[in-house]
């Protein structure tokens, strides 16, 4: 049963009627009695002698139950102790406050936004909006000091401003300093504001100006209504980039409500040492990664390490060689391991060992232990040996020294084997144990799968010269040739009977003579010819075919003499074979279409193809004596493994600089990000930067060819066009480096 109250919403608390009493003790006790009720309610006297409930405090603190004994948790202290980090909800509040702050708003505006000096009088703001670098730009070289007193019965100001300008040739640059005091009925302000501002005429290459500037606002104000306020700000802005900090401390004018923050606004921030010769840098923040960095030891006061504040860790590994076996005994169990080394050494004897630990962010203190050593690349030069024993066991393992070589093995025995291993510079080898490698007499094999009959003999292949089957008894010739059999008369053939002969062979399948088939397991070695006619298999599958023959022609595929549906080899011709295909021959990745290949160089009848410049024509292969790889038409070089497309002056005739200007062409070519489409044969699901055959057939035609119905783009035909405008870049950045030089002489 708990003994906390339950919450039960807002008190409604009775009115407290009037009691027109005659006895004075007890009017005095009411009145009494009513004005400690208004002090403590805030109607009456000074608001901070006002109660406040439990609810109010909670409210205040964010929904944490900060006492005790009024709450739901029936918690009897504060809801967050060491060791528990600021929940999302206490940053959001944070960062909420901050952005509802005025200094906050005042440093987000940037240095000519107008608005930034509404709350100054009308005739201060009006100084302030007037670009200095303009008035400079106006005036040229000058000093000019004005003076502002206004004194009537509503308003009071006395205002300085003091202008310092220069300004020649667009270029700019003014100093404004103004000090003002400002005071009507029910509001009290001083302001000190001073501007700097730099400005250069066709700073950027659209001719529009640069400018840098820096303003520094002391600002105070006392007001009835808002409060009072006291606010220091600095900003500084050059051209897109903007950085600022302030202070601000005010309180509401109902004394409830203090403010007091100091906002930095810069993409990073870092606090450094004041040693010029090794200054540290102890904190910084990068507010573009939202990173803070902490460059040293970090003291906290109060519970909780700062492992547990900051649990964040990383995997650390260590590196070692070492010529024998390695345990966690060779394992320190300390931050930096000795011997261990945080890179894998290049050089050096013995195998690779690594290690890895976890550890802590923070402090790149161990969180845990580092692991066993794990060998990384086995033995660094080390060697193997074996050795060999016979005995007649088969289960117990011989001893001693053993013969370098396999051994014989007789009836009766098994052949045993065991490893050594010589790692150096050790000279020793560590031998495993004897494991036997051979097994013992198998069991009898399955019986002949051609059928027989029992007490009959087995079938015979008989081999004879024949002129023709015709001629040709095939039972009397295995009578012949076998003899006659103990209980077999007159002598029949079997099933499994064959003839060779000279048209071919013949087998018994227990009825007829039929044609024998060949089945081999393994390989076949012909000395002669094989013709394919008496080739008859699903799938002819070879690593290689050799045509050692001037003569004949290999068919894959069906079709016609004019054109095989696959693949048609003919070595017909004495001095040359050729290839034929109707479809691709794949070769180490090259695809050769609708081509022949000659023997000692390629001819290939080929479609243009603008990326190597090829037309129609008889194309061969040469591979020259410096490793060139030369591809040419008839006798004339066309492309070059080494050197690319030819170049030659002596090929080319009406040679002239070219028109064409570089910059205007690559500014009109558009490089894009792209995938290939769902099925292409190109895509592979990555992000891809190119060019649009079609774009840039616009621009440059010669670049851009069809080929099998696909827009193809030869991107050699655009690296002149990059070099030109490569070329007028630099003489542009020439020229003006010259003007640059002109102006520092006449300045």
Partial sequence: MSNTARDTGFAKMPSIPRVNVSDPALSQWMRSVT???????????????RAVTLRELKDLAGGNNFFGGG???????????????????DVNRFIESIKASRLYKDLLKRLDDPTRFDHLAAEIRAVLLKDIAAEAAARGAAIQRMETIIQNETRSLAMTVEEVTASVDGSSSGVRELSAAFSESNHASAVHITQLKASLGNYYPDGSAGSATLEEVLDVSADKIKGLRSQYMLKVEAGGAISGFGLIASESADQLTNESKFVVMADQFAIVGSDPKNPAFPFGVDANTGQTFINGSMIIQ???????????????????RSTSILTTSDVSQVNDPPGWLDAPPVYGAGSL???????????????????????????????????????TSSTVAPTGEGSATPLSVPSGSFLWMRTGVTVPPSTETTWSGYVRVSGEKGDKGDASKVPGVAGVRAPVVIKRQYSAWESLNPTVEVAAMVGSVPGSSPLTPVHGDI????????????????????????????????????????????????????????KFGTGSSSGYTVLEVDANSPSSWSISADGAVYADGVILRDGDV?????SIKLVPVKTWGLTKGSYHVDLQSDGNLVLYNGSTATWSALYGLVSDRRRKTEIHPTASTGLDVVKQLEVVDFRWVAGDTLEDGAIHTGFISQDVQKVVPSAVGMAGGTLMLDKTELIPYAIKAIQELSDEVLSLRSLVNELRKTH
């Fill in 35 to 49: 004005e400690w009720i208004e002090l403590r309610s805030g109607s009456l006297g000074n608001r901070e002698e």
């Fill in 71 to 89: 709450g739901s948790s029936g918690s009897s202290g504060p809801s967050s102790g060491a060791g528990s980090g600021p929940s999302s909800t």
């Fill in 302 to 320: 109060g519970a909780g390490a700062i492992e547990d504040l900051l649990p964040a860790t990383y995997r650390d590994y260590r590196y070692r």
């Fill in 353 to 391: 060992f690594m290690i890895t630990a976890q550890k802590m962010v923070q402090s790149d203190n161990l969180k845990g232990s580092w692991s066993a050593p794990v060998m990384m690349n086995g033995y660094s030069g080390a060697s193997t040996k074996f050795q060999y024993l016979v005995n």
């Fill in 499 to 554: 003839i060779w002969h000279y048209g071919g062979a013949k087998e018994f399948n227990g009825t007829s003579w039929v044609n024998a088939a060949a089945y081999i397991v393994g390989s076949m070695i012909v000395d002669g010819t094989v013709a394919a006619s008496a080739i008859s298999a699903g799938t002819l599958n070879a690593d290689a075919v050799t045509l050692n023959s001037n003569s004949g022609t290999v």
């Fill in 598 to 602: 000659s023997a000692g160089s390629m």
